[in-house]
């Protein structure tokens, strides 16, 4: 084959592999900014256990063994009983849920009187505190009771070396809208400065960020 037309093919191709690079990076675009849930607790006093997906939920109802039982809650929040195909449950506290499946079940039963506890306690992600960055081993942990900064930083083993803790933040979302904290994880675990513990809530994120020197 002739050298020109080799080239020729050579060079018609890279043409054409350029175009098609440049057509797959015009069609590339931004995705929109993950979206904003608001956790029901907003101070240390009024925490209530929410439920959440892969929790397992007993349900007793009273006089009516046949309908109570034990469900998985599936990723898409919801349960499947003996009588209803599909109940949401995430979101709900274990109260709320009991007079949900009351009202369900008094299509089909007197008076039912529903009890509900759950056990493999996940809740869903918006009451889960997540933790990024230089931790010793960044997570998400399930918010428990008063909990503060320095049982989550317990949580995760404390700080990596090449932790900034004095300028981590703190993200918590408030009326909808995310808000950010400077908190001080130097002074509290390394100089022992309990002042600078503080109390977390369900949905907080922690960021830690790495030093530069």
Same mark, same amino acid.
């Given at each position: ?6 080239? $020729? ?18 069609? &590339? *675009? ?5 979206? /904003? ?19 397992? /939920?007993?349900?007793?109802?009273? $006089? ?9 809650? $599936?990723?898409?929040?919801?349960? &499947?009983?003996?009588? !209803?195909?599909?109940? +949401?449950?995430?979101?709900?506290? %274990? ?9 369900? =079940? *008094?299509?089909?039963?007197? +008076? %039912?009187?529903?009890?509900? &506890?759950? #056990?493999?306690?996940?809740? %869903?992600?918006?009451?889960?505190? @997540? ?7 960044? @997570? ?19 700080? &990596?070396?090449?932790? #900034?803790?004095?300028? *981590? !933040?703190?993200? $918590? /979302? +408030? ?21 600078? #513990?503080?109390?977390? =809530? %369900?949905?907080?994120?922690? /960021? ?6």
């Amino acid at each position: 084959m002739d050298n020109c037309l080799i080239k $020729r093919i050579i060079f018609i191709g890279s043409l054409l592999v350029a175009q098609l690079i440049s057509g797959c990076a015009s069609t &590339t *675009s931004t995705l929109p900014t993950a979206t /904003v849930h608001s956790s029901t607790t907003t101070d240390v006093a009024s925490y209530k256990y929410l439920i959440g997906a892969g929790d397992v /939920v007993n349900i007793f109802v009273w $006089r009516n063994p046949e309908v109570s039982g034990t469900f998985t809650v $599936r990723p898409d929040g919801m349960i &499947t009983t003996s009588l !209803v195909e599909d109940i +949401e449950v995430s979101g709900k506290t %274990p109260t709320e849920l009991a007079r949900t499946v009351e009202s369900i =079940l *008094s299509t089909y039963i007197k +008076e %039912p009187v529903v009890t509900v &506890t759950v #056990n493999q306690f996940n809740g %869903p992600f918006s009451e889960q505190i @997540r933790v990024i960055g230089e931790a010793s081993t960044p @997570r998400a942990i399930n918010y428990t009771q008063h909990m503060t900064l320095l049982d989550v930083m317990i949580g995760v083993g404390g700080l &990596t070396e090449f932790a #900034n803790g004095n300028s *981590s !933040v703190l993200v $918590r /979302v +408030e009326d909808g809208v995310q808000k950010q904290y400077q908190i001080f994880i130097d002074d509290l675990i390394k100089n022992g400065q309990i002042s600078a #513990n503080v109390d977390v =809530l %369900p949905g907080d994120i922690i /960021v830690i960020p790495e030093t530069w020197f």
